[in-house]
């Protein structure tokens, strides 16, 4: 069993930057796939990005991909997702999730959740 608790969001300019973090409790976070989820009220969660339990494979969303960046410490228990050039529609409640078998972009695969973290976008 892992817990996730993301940190980072905040409110920031369009065109601005920010860095989620993700942290998961637990000794087997390395055995875990981790993804990047997105949900505004009203609208299904959707996906932003994953990477695989080792780091060697990244995938994204078609909405993210060249502003947006995966990437996890396994000696650190974190993954991240480093935001650029943000623009006003990434404006949601952002939540990592984690599964030790499932790496792709539906959310409902993934086992472990955690509780969200807002991100608001000024235009």
């Known amino acids: 069993q892992v817990q996730l608790v993301e940190s980072g969001g905040g409110l920031v300019q369009a065109g601005g930057s920010l860095r989620l973090s993700c942290a998961a409790s637990?000794?087997?976070?390395?055995?875990?796939?981790m993804g990047w989820f997105r949900q505004v009220p009203g609208k299904d969660r959707e996906f932003a990005a994953a990477?695989?339990?080792?780091?060697?494979?990244?995938i994204y969303a078609d909405s993210v991909k060249g502003r947006f960046i995966i990437s996890r410490d396994n000696a650190k228990n974190t993954v991240y997702l480093q935001m650029n050039s943000l623009k006003p529609e990434d404006t949601a409640v952002y939540y990592c999730?984690?599964?030790?078998?499932?790496?792709?972009?539906?959310?409902?695969?993934?086992?472990?959740w955690g509780q969200g973290t807002q991100v608001t976008v000024s235009s």
């Open positions: 637990g000794r087997s976070f390395s055995s875990y796939n």
């Open positions: 999730a984690a599964d030790r078998e499932y790496s792709g972009s539906y959310y409902d695969q993934y086992e472990y």
């Open positions: 990477i695989n339990w080792s780091g060697s494979g990244t």
